[in-house]
């Protein structure tokens, strides 16, 4: 039986259109419009909260704190890509630091994000390059044990497969698969909309919620005819 290989070097990817669009949401929009699903767990956070990252998944399985495939996918992954790494939330080792975070700056990927430990907090802030991460550890890794590269990985419990739409911010981060990511920028174009117009009505001073009452008595909490 034939087996795919280790290492996929070719995938397809979300359009560079759609990751510029999808750059100038939120998180938080593009979650809801894409069910509420695909979003991280919030350990996999910003290094700072002014950190954005948006582009296509090239994705990396390792197992705990070993790092050998991610200087490999360093190597492979092309400008604008976000390396997605699946180190199995471990925190007993950091799996990145300076030294390879550079090379991702100098390379143009456009961010990584790692479901584990990384290191050099201070350094990686004047780096000014978007990382995501579960935490951080001094230890450093192994470079022994192998891998895989642009496989489909969780991380931080949602599934990513390779070229997938990814964008994270203060919140955390979504993941939209890529051939439905285009449909769902002008669910975003609505959703920002109406939020907007829902701010403007709270500033007026309407801050009733007109859905309320349906849902407490669709729960049973208020009885047909009854209001707050």
Known sequence: ??????????????????????????AAILADVAGRRGTMHGRVAPVHQSMKVAGPAFTVEVRPGDNLMIHAAIALAQPGDVLVIDGKGDQTAALMGTLMLSACKKRGLAGVIVDASIRDKLEILELDFPVFSAGFNPAGPTKFVPGRINHPISAGGAVVNPGDLVVGDADGVVVIEREKAPAMMALADKKVADEAARIESIARGDTAAKWLPAALRAAGVLKEGETL
């Open 1 to 26: 039986m034939n087996q795919l290989p280790e290492i996929i070097r070719t995938i397809d990817r979300v359009s560079p259109d759609v990751v510029a669009k999808a750059s100038t949401y939120q």
